[in-house]
């Protein structure tokens, strides 16, 4: 049995702490200024660490789950706590985040780090399909070592970085397809040819539809600066940014329609008006 924080219980964090607790870890994480709502959701899987000092003495692992924009700052403090206090456990950055980014994350801390990455959903110990998480690093064995039910590890034959870079080619596809829809249908419905556009689409795409799309939408916040990672991510490749910055600039503006303030759960499967997906005018 290892002792894991988590760093931050947000809901991804807090399912991957779920799956741990139920492969037998004991789990810590810092609740120190969470909003009441993170809190009262992190508690039932969580052990309160105290401060962000506290939980890297006490742990020997630490996963760092955050929104992409604010993994370096994450980071930054994560290795102030270490320097400190003295502890070194070993850092598995989590961020859907570029390479480079990575690497600069890796740079701040006096300790070891493991590139991971989230591929799919939250996790949960009873789902039938585990939520794949790659990982990266010389030290990636350690971590997949962690019994955690709902999560396949897979480690990557490469560098800190490798992980980070499956990450975004993965995603690149798959929620630049969510961006595209949204827009589609959008556009469809302004035209009065949503329908044929829906019949035509779903013969190559048969998930397609408004309601993935309004579910997307809802996480459009957290993914203009999972877009502009991605374009970092091919700029450093040779290849154009500007696809991906755009990408970014749908998800700004997704965020400002109905759906964008929702939550996913809000989101009825049978969803069949586009009109929530509509940006508010600029003004």
């Known amino acids: 049995m290892s002792t894991v924080g ?22 810590l994480t810092t609740l ?17 660490a105290g401060a962000l000092d506290d939980l890297v003495a006490a742990v020997d692992v630490v996963l760092v789950v955050d929104p992409p924009g604010a993994a370096r700052t994450a980071g930054e403090d994560l290795g102030a706590a ?3 206090t003295g502890a070194r456990p070993l850092v598995v950055e989590m961020d859907a985040v570029a390479p480079a980014t990575v690497a600069a994350i890796a740079a701040s801390l006096p300790g070891d780090l493991v590139d991971g990455a989230i591929s799919g959903p939250p996790p949960r110990p009873d789902a039938g399909v585990a939520t794949r998480v790659f990982l990266s690093g010389a030290r990636a064995g350690e971590v997949a070592a962690l019994d955690a039910p709902g999560v396949r590890w897979l480690v990557l034959d490469g560098p800190v970085g490798a992980a980070s870079a499956a990450k975004a080619c993965t995603a690149s596809v798959r929620k630049g397809h969510q961006a595209l829809l949204a827009h589609a249908l959008v556009t469809a419905e302004a035209h009065g040819v949503l329908d044929t556009v829906l019949a035509y689409l779903r013969l190559d795409f048969p998930d397609a539809g408004v309601a993935p799309a309004a579910a997307a939408a809802t996480k459009a916040w957290r993914f203009v600066d999972e877009m502009t990672e991605i374009a970092a991510t091919q700029e450093d490749a040779g290849l154009t940014p500007a696809l991906f910055e755009a990408l970014a ?17 809000d989101v009825p499967g049978d969803l069949a008006d586009p009109a929530g997906l509509r940006p508010r005018p600029r003004g």
């Open 82 to 84: 270490c320097t400190r």
């Open 32 to 48: 120190a200024g969470r909003s009441p709502a993170t809190a009262a959701r992190a508690r039932p899987v969580f052990a309160d």
């Open 249 to 265: 600039e749908v998800y700004r503006a997704l965020a400002t329609s109905d759906w964008g303030g929702r939550r996913p759960e």
């Open 6 to 27: 988590v760093v931050a219980p947000g809901a991804m964090g807090t399912a991957l702490g779920a799956c741990l607790v139920a492969g037998g870890h004991r789990v």
